[in-house]
Each structure stands twice: as structure tokens, then as C-alpha cells.
């Protein structure tokens, strides 16, 4: 596993949490029980903090950054990311906040500032502009990301039905890493 310490902070990872060998976790970076980081995925916690909850999948390819203290922002942004999140294959989250019992498609942009609420479905490759915010309960779809619809019941099962599925795919993942070890 590629997990580096950077200026005195080392990753924490929670218990059972599953980080492909070739992904990158590096510096203020705490994750939570049950979560997984998937290949090629870097989670680069070198100047604010990056804090993922539990039972949250990190897909592909993804890149999880912060937004730093400067003079055009006196405070940074940290990146945090709830629980039961399912992030698709090579998002971009940077300095944003994700509720919990959130999917992120494939390809889709968190800028600065921005915040999802509990319970959102992004659709694939959307852009979530700085300091937007997406509210509870709705489907959110575009290039910046608009507000299309309620979600159904049937989608806000599927949230916990997501993380419970990768949660069983970390577990075979890590029970052959063990084996061979």
C-alpha cells in the first residue's frame, strides 16, 4: 500500500478498510471502518484534511484533494465525505463537503466549497461549481450540476444497498490479499 506520511501526519485508516496497492493515501487522511479505495485512486491530504466516513467506496481512478489556506482563501477547504458514499470511477472531489448516503457518478467534478447534502444523486460526469450547494433528496444532473428531480424510494434504498455491496467486495478483496500474504 502506498500510504505516506507528509509533514508529521500519517493516514488513519478505521478497521477493515481496504486500500488497493496501487492507490495513493497521503497525509492528514482519516478513514472510516468498512471503506475501500480502489486502484489508481489518490487521496492527497497535504495542506488541509481529508476525512471519509464509513462504508464509503472510493472508485477508480478518482482524486480526492483539499483546497489550501492562502490570501484568496484565508481558511482552506477540508474535504469530507460522510458515510454509505459511493464515489464512481474517476471523480474529482476537491476541498468539498459530501453528506452521507450519496452517489457520485462516473467522471463528476466537487469544487471548492460546494456541499451535498444527505441522500443526492449526482449523475454522471457533472460539475458542481464552487460554493454550490446541493440540497437533500433530489437527483442532480449537468455541466454545472442542476436540480432535475425528488429521488424515488427505490433510489434512496439504493444508497445503503451501494455501500453494502462494495463493503462485501473490500472483504473479498482483502481475504485474498491475506491469503497470499
Given at each position: 500500500m502506498k500510504?505516506?506520511?507528509?509533514?508529521?501526519?500519517?493516514p488513519?485508516?478505521g478497521?477493515?478498510v481496504f486500500v488497493?496497492?496501487s492507490?495513493?493515501?497521503?497525509?492528514?487522511?482519516?478513514?472510516g471502518?468498512?471503506s475501500?479505495i480502489?486502484p489508481?485512486?489518490?487521496v492527497r491530504g497535504?495542506?488541509?484534511?481529508i476525512?471519509?466516513g464509513?462504508r464509503?467506496s472510493i472508485?477508480?481512478g478518482?482524486?480526492?484533494?483539499i483546497t489550501?489556506a492562502?490570501?484568496?482563501?484565508p481558511?482552506?477547504f477540508?474535504?469530507?465525505?460522510g458515510?454509505?458514499?459511493?464515489?464512481?470511477?474517476?471523480?474529482?472531489l476537491?476541498?468539498?463537503?459530501?453528506?452521507?448516503r450519496i452517489?457520485?457518478?462516473?467522471?463528476?467534478m466537487v469544487?471548492?466549497?460546494?456541499?451535498?447534502e444527505?441522500?443526492v444523486v449526482l449523475?454522471?460526469g457533472s460539475?458542481?461549481?464552487?460554493g454550490k450547494t446541493?440540497?437533500s433528496g433530489?437527483l442532480?444532473?449537468g455541466r454545472?450540476?442542476?436540480?432535475v428531480r425528488?429521488l424515488?424510494?427505490?433510489e434512496?434504498?439504493?444508497?445503503?444497498?451501494?455501500?453494502?455491496?462494495?463493503v462485501?467486495?473490500k472483504?473479498?478483496h482483502?481475504?485474498?490479499s491475506?491469503?497470499?500474504?
Amino acid at each position: 500500500m502506498k500510504i505516506r506520511s507528509y509533514q508529521g501526519k500519517t493516514p488513519q485508516l478505521g478497521q477493515k478498510v481496504f486500500v488497493d496497492p496501487s492507490a495513493v493515501v497521503l497525509g492528514d487522511v482519516t478513514i472510516g471502518d468498512d471503506s475501500s479505495i480502489w486502484p489508481l485512486v489518490v487521496v492527497r491530504g497535504d495542506m488541509h484534511q481529508i476525512r471519509i466516513g464509513a462504508r464509503s467506496s472510493i472508485q477508480d481512478g478518482s482524486v480526492l484533494h483539499i483546497t489550501h489556506a492562502g490570501p484568496f482563501n484565508p481558511d482552506g477547504f477540508a474535504l469530507l465525505i460522510g458515510d454509505d458514499v459511493t464515489v464512481g470511477h474517476q471523480a474529482m472531489l476537491h476541498g468539498c463537503s459530501i453528506g452521507n448516503r450519496i452517489l457520485i457518478g462516473m467522471g463528476s467534478m466537487v469544487m471548492d466549497g460546494a456541499v451535498i447534502e444527505d441522500e443526492v444523486v449526482l449523475g454522471a460526469g457533472s460539475l458542481v461549481p464552487p460554493g454550490k450547494t446541493l440540497h437533500s433528496g433530489y437527483l442532480y444532473v449537468g455541466r454545472p450540476a442542476k436540480q432535475v428531480r425528488p429521488l424515488t424510494e427505490k433510489e434512496l434504498a439504493f444508497f445503503t444497498y451501494s455501500a453494502g455491496n462494495y463493503v462485501r467486495l473490500k472483504d473479498q478483496h482483502l481475504q485474498e490479499s491475506w491469503a497470499q500474504d
